[in-house]
């Protein structure tokens, strides 16, 4: 490799962090994993600098009092602002574009007026977005997360976006301002369940913590250890059937092996029943031992303590340690994606200075030949990506580059990919193309794509790529600057390398169920948490690859994984170091951490409540008292709130200098007028009339017009005119679909539903 490939993709980037809170931190933090040089403003009492999250979000960076923001923005490639105040005293009001050349990253804060820790922040967004609402339990009210799952998801899908702005920056010369808010944050988040039908209810969450399918949910063990069951599909539930004795639940006449009514609501419950019974027989260990023989997915329900020790976390790079200057030596999460080609930066504690300029940059970027102008639909307009993705993760990936702007083709089998209908919700944006690459004529034909193309996205089985002969060193060889990206389960070395991932077999065995849990039943999270979550950072890193070609340094090869994400979204809980406060755990059907902070029904629905004291309380006239323990308190509480209106509730928490929110569900929040103004939420008429009210815009760029509503493809909607713009004549095309090696199919027509979980 040449010296200029050997830089890591951001190198010659300069990053001023002027954020507060976590998601702007932690966007910073993924430019600085990727070579960003980063200077962080210490602003002063910013709560989550005093969070032990902080050693991770900041390191990598160089901190500087706020006096000197001002002063470095003119030497900045991008900066990242959290509030309007901030921006403006730096000089980029938001009523202005920012100078020539910049990019100006702002992720606003949920109310960033009101003076809250970032945690309860983040409780509060999921109560307002209706995240807390869609999450089962045994209640079936709102639930309070324990992690900032929604303040981790805005910042990863800031850098995302951030890194797209540079991408059309080198291709176009241009900066812009990006605006990743709150919103859109929880969008991309909670983009497998948040899709609402005018005439389907929403699905019921009154179903317990191990979600609505008994044979993908948490089972308790004879030795009172808990693990998570995954047999989802038909060849893995006739495995776990035969091993728990439990076969005749197929042939029951309420069941009648239809397998969806395994999770009908009027089955659910006795099914469940009868698999519970069955796993109390023998201890964990057994249970575990013979279903991985018998190659049924499961996993422990593991100790998120335990997570950074386990020996797939040290394959996978996601063990770092660090010598901290604030708290000293400290463990913490790896970078959550791998740039395989091209030098690693050396990454370092977060160290603090009382000024600094810049290093000096390590070479000029090399330009494009000629500077190439986007097509005003997104930063990475103009770029092709060919996903292979099946099922979620892959497409969801896909998904979110078409949403910057790029042409994305889904790549799917003759068959078609088995989640097209069901998850359509997360596959949107794309052209579909059904080809058979098992076919040496439709393997050509592929081939001759990739050579039209930037990007090629898969999330298959580790060696699977080789056996079709498409891994990155044979796809180089059409396209020699590629960039590939693949997603995986656990990676391909340690002890779970190449076994197949899912998101809650994961969930499970990183701690994160548990986590949510406490000392009650372990919590399946209804956000598909750690698919969503790699198929941002498979984006994230696409993009970041994308600069690099972009800036003249070759291609690359982009990877991550399940475990991966599993360990990013536990950033902040799992740091350790000596003293550090011990992270927050759940507990059944979760309503909050105290009876001054978590959720309360009222006469006209929920609220989320946040008082600093007891005293605060009395003030507000909700308690006469404020001497009483907690459990005590929050049963005054209840009596008290149950007996008045949410707008109440919210007016006499304001009085005392505390906050309340309405919590709303996804019916609420798509109805909301502002939602749809804003460009959130829009409604998506299918061809036959039928409507459903989804996620739009993901983000916004000052230099990007309003984007056209993302519909789903049809299953070879789009192949012959993808072939076409690949080279191929009208009598190959045709020859191929003759052959059966290309499938051409209508537009998908009309899905009512309400998501994929």
Known sequence: MDQQTERPALDSVRV???????AGPVAAMLLGDFGAQVIRVQEPGDWADELPGAVVWHRNKTIVPQAEAAGLVASADVVLTSDAATAEAIGLSLRHEPPAGLVHLYLPDWHEELDLDPLTRDRMVAADYGVARRQTSFSGGPIDSVYPFLSYMHGAWGAACGIAALVERARAGHGQ???????????????????????????STTVGPGGPNPTFGTYRCADDE??????????????????LGTADILDDPRIAGVREQLYAPGNRDWVRARLTEAFLLKPRAQWLTALADAGCPASPVGDRDDWLDHPQVAALGQRMELDDPVVGPSVTVGVPVDLSRGARPVHRARTFASSAAWQERPGDETPPAQATATSGGGPLGGLRVLDLGTVLAGPYSGMLLAALGADVVKVETVKGDELRVRGYGIARGQRGLGIDLRDPQGYDAFLRLVGASDVVLD????????????DDATLRRAKPDIVTTSITGYGDSGPLGGHPGYDPVVQALAGIMRGQGGQAEPVFSTLAINDVTVACLAALGTCAALYQRA??????????SLATAATFMQSGELVRYAGRPP???????????????????????????????????????????????????????????????????????????GVATRARDYRDLVSDPLTHAGGHICELVWPDGNSTFLPHELATFSRRRRPDIMTATGHGEYSREILTAAGLD??????????????????????VGVGYR
């Open 730 to 751: 009208r009598e190959e095309i045709e020859q191929l679909i003759s052959s059966g090696a290309v499938v051409v199919g209508e537009p998908m027509y009309s899905v």
């Open 583 to 657: 992270a927050e755990t759940g507990g059944r059907d979760h309503p909050g951490p105290s009876a001054l902070s978590r959720f309360y029904r009222c006469a006209d629905g929920w609220v989320r409540i946040h008082l600093r004291s007891a005293q605060d309380a009395v003030a507000a006239g909700l308690i006469g008292d404020a001497a009483a323990p907690d459990d005590e308190l929050a049963a005054r509480l209840e009596r008290v709130l149950g007996g008045l209106t949410q707008d109440r509730v919210r007016e006499l928490a304001a009085s005392a200098g």
């Open 177 to 203: 301002r990006v605006v990743v808010d709150a919103l859109h944050g929880t969008m991309v988040a909670a983009i497998t369940t948040m899709m609402v039908s005018p005439t389907e209810p929403l699905p």
């Open 16 to 22: 001023l962090d002027a954020s507060t809170g976590i």
């Open 459 to 470: 999330n298959y089985r580790p060696g699977v790529l080789e056996r079709l002969r498409l």
């Open 551 to 560: 800036v003249g340094r070759g291609g690359q090869h982009v990877s991550s």
């Open 226 to 243: 808990w693990l998570f069951l995954g047999a989802l599909g038909s060849k893995f539930q006739d495995i776990a059937f035969g091993l």
